[in-house]
């Protein structure tokens, strides 16, 4: 019987305590992540390249058993009160692992009277160390957004956001500036973008933004959010290679007219003999590029996207018998070792979000209308 | 606030609640993965939510040994159905079945979330044994929650020889226990033991489960760092094995004591007199020619570089080198060597490393720091400095000699500190 909770070959996905972290990383706030030890030190390590260059606040509130088992929150609420005297964040974010989860920390509860004693504003995100990044960096934007940004601004008309954005999809700023670059249509700008190279205070104006661009699904609960806040349309896609780019950039205008949200990428069957596995908004853009090529049509490829489940990631067998049918995978190089057969070739794309900082010198700038899908399928033997 | 403290102000038992933790990006010190990987034919199942996996399979890919780990991970179901002992129990026995090789030992890690759901992780495991009787089954640990009463690494040690069993000892065999890190080059122990016909095990340096086993066989289990105390004192009470606790200090005259020690119960002759003073001498010249070269350069250290680093502060000072700060996690010296050192320096700057305020810390330095370990290199910010951890092999005065060498050389020459400090397990590889 197939189990999707044991991986007996391949690694797991960046945790939604990262995703929080991840996306609020850059905007002066203080994270604290409630938890014995070991998820920081994993975000740090694994998940967020900005670490060693920077100084944005993230700590772990190091709980232990006996404040665990008598439900004692006055020790994580005296310690951040302490610490955030001292270093003054314009914003505290309280997030957690799987004990609180499973002892039922009250995070909003928490929050205020932290916020009472600090004076500072208080986002509780009560993450549980159970799910993927997805949820984490969705469940913070949401949050940061309903608590800061000015609801009252006006529209701009040609203006766009992108929301979910952080290294974990997108690696580093030279990346997110191609990503703009080639999902903002000509005579538009981008108000904003949710997390990376924006300020604290451009970000309070996300509402201005005529559509949200959605690159990632770690976007989609913003988007939803802000969707039912102001009816802001958003469209989903990346914008891989020139096909994608462009088709983005129509739904992006067609949203802004009509105000309905869009997939910019294809609806694509399961069935193909070119297996994209990624987060899922990148997977089916990357397919849907991989099967407008000429390339494709000539060699009769037809590329199926496979994504990790938010709450239980992939499951290893159907991993390994979809990726042992493919012809070819575009994936992460950690996928190399569940290729059980010769005629299955790897395109590797690393992911930061799957293989962490291994690769990260070799992601490419796939989120690019420069991007050329069809070159990595030549190279092929 | 400040980040340190100086000495004088500090009292000896230092508060470890330290409040919000801080997570430098200094990774040479090991976790419990790769000292899982240093018994050859181990297999490791971690068995944890995903926020927790994702730290321990990534140590792993980065070493290049993903075919020595598997994973369970923990879900909402798990917590919901309550049925953690079946997914445990199933999900070992499909790694078991898909692995292309049997494994001769596996370790299972539970984590914090199995305590707290009253997980009944032990009886699985007697199933497992049952099940699969040419398998050594391994309970161990990934619950920081716990580790007020069972820290993670001495927790790890003591679980990895649960596997000896009783067993007859040989007089002549001795084992080092919770070593990481070969001892045959810096260690006048090792020397001597070898010289008079003592067989050494050492899982550093095991290549063969069965090999590893033979520890069973022996007398006499040395403990170097403290981490292994758990394992030295269950092996003690289990096997009835003999356990010698070696001091890591900086105190010429304790060594010989330990050595001494060690020699009567193995009925060998001791180091001789004046082989100890010949020794001596060495340190001596070798710190005087070192201070010839370093002059007054400020030194700063840390715990992850040596066992006893208020030790090592005080030997260097008595000395005239310029010891400036140290960055400590909780004092491990007695009370003795830390009064001893205030009343030397008491302006000595003590950082508490995971600190909050760590963060944001100043770590420019206007003069030249020479760093001995990871955490004092990265703290100020110095590509001069020691890259060592957990003593790496010293002992003794064989091991001042080298550590003398490579301050020397630290001082001499640069390295790519913020390259290598990120490195995680400092010079660890899967057998």
Known sequence: ?381 | MNEYQLIKDVNYEYDADIGLAYSSPCRGIWNIVHIGTQVPGCHQIYVCPTSCLRGVVLTTAEMHAMDRLSTITVGEDNILEGNMEETLHDGVATIIKKLPERPKMIMIFISCIHHFLAANYQRVYRILRKEYPDIDFVDAYMDPIMRRKTPVVPSLTRQIYRVLQPANHFAKQVNYIGNWFSTEDYSDLTKHLQTNGIDIRDLSLETDYNHFKQMQNSSLNITFHKYASFAGKDLEIRLRQKWIKVHMGFDYTVFAEDMNHICEFLKIPTISQKEIEKRINACESSLKELKKIIGNVPISLDYTAVDEPLNLAYYLLKHDFNVESIFIEVFTEEEKVFNDLRALKPDLKIYSTDNWNMRAMNREHEEKVLAIGQKAAYYNDTNNFVDIIWSAGMYGYLGILHLCDLMKDAYLHEKDMKNLVQQKGWRCYAK
Request: overall charge negative.
């Open chain 1, 1 to 381: 019987m197939s189990d999707w909770h044991t991986h007996v070959f391949t690694s797991t996905y960046a945790a939604d305590v990262s995703g929080v972290c991840s996306v609020l990383y850059e905007l002066g706030g203080m994270t604290v992540l409630h938890d014995p030890s070991g998820c920081n030190s994993t975000y740090t390590t694994h998940d967020e390249p900005r670490w060693y260059d920077t100084k944005s606040l993230m700590f772990v509130t190091g709980l232990d058993e006996m404040a665990a088992v008598m439900g004692d929150d006055s020790i994580v609420i005296k310690d951040v009160v302490k610490a955030a005297a001292d270093l003054k964040p314009c914003f505290i974010t309280l997030c957690g692992a799987s004990i609180p989860h499973i002892i039922g920390f009250d995070y909003r509860g928490v929050a205020r009277i932290i916020e009472e004693k600090t004076k500072i504003p208080v986002l509780p995100v009560s993450t549980d160390g159970l799910k993927s990044y997805i949820s984490g960096v969705g469940l913070a934007s949401r949050e940061w957004i309903c608590r800061f940004a000015d609801t009252e601004i006006s529209i701009r008309a040609h203006s766009l956001n992108l929301l979910g954005v952080t290294p974990i999809d997108f690696t580093d700023q030279a990346h997110v500036e191609e990503l703009k670059k080639s999902v903002t249509p000509e005579g538009y700008t981008v108000n904003a973008c949710f997390a990376m190279g924006d300020s604290f205070e451009k970000e309070i104006g996300i509402y201005a933004g005529a559509v949200n661009v959605v690159p990632t699904s770690a976007g989609r609960i913003p988007a939803r959010f802000m969707q039912s806040t102001r009816n802001i349309p958003y469209v989903e896609g990346v914008p891989i290679g020139s096909y994608m780019s462009e088709k983005i950039q129509k739904a992006i205008q067609n949203s802004e007219v009509d105000g309905k949200n869009r997939k910019a990428y294809d609806k694509l069957d399961m069935d193909g003999n070119v297996l994209v596995i990624g987060e899922e908004i990148y997977a089916c853009s990357m397919a849907t590029a991989v099967n407008h090529t000429a390339y494709a049509e000539k060699n009769n490829l037809k590329a199926t996207p496979f994504w990790p489940d938010v709450n239980e990631g992939l499951n290893e067998d159907e991993l390994i018998q979809r990726i042992n049918s493919a012809k070819i995978v575009i994936g992460d190089p950690l996928f190399h070792s569940i290729i059980h057969n010769k005629f299955t070739y790897m395109v590797d794309l690393p992911h930061e979000g799957y293989s962490g900082r291994i690769y990260h010198k070799n992601v490419p700038f796939f989120a690019s209308s420069n991007f050329d899908i069809e070159e990595r399928l030549r190279e092929r033997k």
